[in-house]
């Protein structure tokens, strides 16, 4: 069975620029999270979804950060414009329920210059 | 506050040894609690989850103490290939129903 799919896994990208990244978590798993993870920290939690639904943004910043989960399947994160504070690696998790044990994908590292 | 604090190591033990990792948690409502491996450059890994009466998983034990609000890690018979960072989670149901992340804590093993 596949797990979670993220990509691309490497972005490096001038400051002020808009950039995209893209998850497919596993099949049949309703909640989809995507984490912000910096060196030698644990991943923070920017955004929850119950299938189509935001059921928890309050940690993303929402002057330019935006998610959506068309169709409660695949969801992209987007950020414009981006800052040099916004280099870390973006991962996408789910679950098969909220609370539960929940799955990552590679992550997308993203390098702001 | 952090939901979760961890002591962020490292630890460096020789193989054979065993280490035991602690974690605390500030949400007395947190209902479900987890330990991942996350090794250098790589996504976290689910390792086991953690119940309230402990369980076992091979070398590796894990403890949950809601009076104390601590979960601990213990791996016993350390080989090369468990080092890592261990990460601790907790997932909050009341309100935000997520899922939390310590800092990590890291552990060498060294031959």
């Known amino acids: 069975e596949a797990g979670v799919v993220q990509s691309p896994r490497y972005k490096i990208i001038e400051k002020k620029q808009p950039v995209a990244f893209w998850c497919n978590p596993i099949?049949?798993?309703?909640?989809l999270y995507w984490y912000r993870q910096n060196l030698g920290q644990g991943p923070e939690l920017l955004i929850r979804y119950e299938n189509e639904e935001a059921v928890d943004d309050s940690q993303l910043p929402k002057d330019r950060f935006s998610a959506e989960r068309l169709k409660g399947v695949d969801s992209t994160l987007k950020i414009q414009p981006a800052e040099l504070g916004d280099s870390a690696v973006y991962l996408c998790?789910?679950?098969?329920?909220?609370?539960?044990?929940?799955?990552f994908g590679q992550g997308t590292r993203l390098t702001v210059v | 506050r952090k939901e979760v604090e961890q002591d962020p190591g490292p630890f460096n033990v020789p193989e054979g040894a065993t280490v035991a990792f602690n974690c605390t948690y500030s949400?007395?409502?947190?209902?479900?609690f987890f330990w991942y491996r996350q090794d250098c450059r790589k996504e976290p890994k689910l390792l086991m989850s953690?119940?309230?009466s402990g369980n076992e998983d091979g070398r590796f034990t894990a403890q949950l103490n809601r009076a104390s609000q601590y979960i601990s890690l213990l791996i016993r018979d350390s080989k090369l290939s468990d080092s890592a960072t261990y990460l601790c989670v907790v997932n909050i149901q009341t309100g935000a129903n997520n899922l939390f992340f310590g800092t990590g804590t890291r552990l060498t093993v060294i031959p």
């Open positions: 953690v119940y309230s």
């Open positions: 998790a789910s679950s098969f329920r909220a609370g539960g044990g929940a799955f």
């Open positions: 099949s049949g798993h309703n909640t």
């Open positions: 949400n007395s409502a947190s209902q479900s």
